[in-house]
């Protein structure tokens, strides 16, 4: 009965570590990278509607941009796998040399201060990549230990 009781203060924190357990065990990466250009495809159809010249002016499609990282997010943990991983940074950083490659050599493009701006976009991914490792770990020894 105790042990029962415990549980509900439990559940946040297993719900938090089960979002990374239950995803990489049954990681499909085949069908994820099958799954990944449907997102690009659908943010190079967005993208196609901004002008050209507004490529680099994030305002004009951080909208898209922010549909596209949901996309990724939702078809990742879909098949199983957890968001963000190298291959999904892959994929991203592919999807950026396509659309920005040319804003960081022209800088007059930018109407704004972009750092402040990009920089986050891709940075807390890969923080949380190393955050995800972290916990990925963390599992493994777990569930070794209870096996
Ligand atoms: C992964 O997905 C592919 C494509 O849908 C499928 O052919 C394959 O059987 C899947 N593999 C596993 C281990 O589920
Ligand atoms: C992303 O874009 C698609 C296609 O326009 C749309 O159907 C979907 O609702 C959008 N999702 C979000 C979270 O904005
Ligand atoms: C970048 O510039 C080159 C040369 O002007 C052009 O061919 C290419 O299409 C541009 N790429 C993008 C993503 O705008």
Same mark, same amino acid.
């Given at each position: ?8 203060? !439990? ?13 990489? *065990?049954? *990681? ?7 799954? !990944?250009?449907? *997102? ?40 199983? *796998? ?66």
């Amino acid at each position: 009965m105790q042990t029962r009781a415990q549980w509900p203060h !439990l559940l946040p924190l297993l719900l938090l570590l089960c979002g990374g357990c239950t995803c990489v *065990c049954g *990681c499909n990466e085949t069908e994820m990278l099958q799954r !990944l250009p449907l *997102c690009g495809k659908a943010f190079a159809d967005m993208m196609h509607k901004v002008d050209v010249w507004k490529w680099c002016d994030l305002p004009e499609f951080v909208v898209y941009y922010n549909n596209f990282t949901l996309c990724t997010e939702e078809e990742t943990i879909d098949v199983g *796998c957890y968001w963000p991983n190298p291959l999904i940074q892959d994929f991203i950083i592919g999807i950026h040399q396509q659309f920005f490659s040319n804003c960081t050599v022209d800088r007059t493009h930018w109407e704004d201060p972009p750092d402040e701006v990009l920089i986050p976009l891709i940075v807390v991914p890969i923080l949380l990549t190393f955050a995800m490792a972290g916990l990925v770990t963390w599992h493994n020894k777990c569930s070794g230990g209870r096996l």
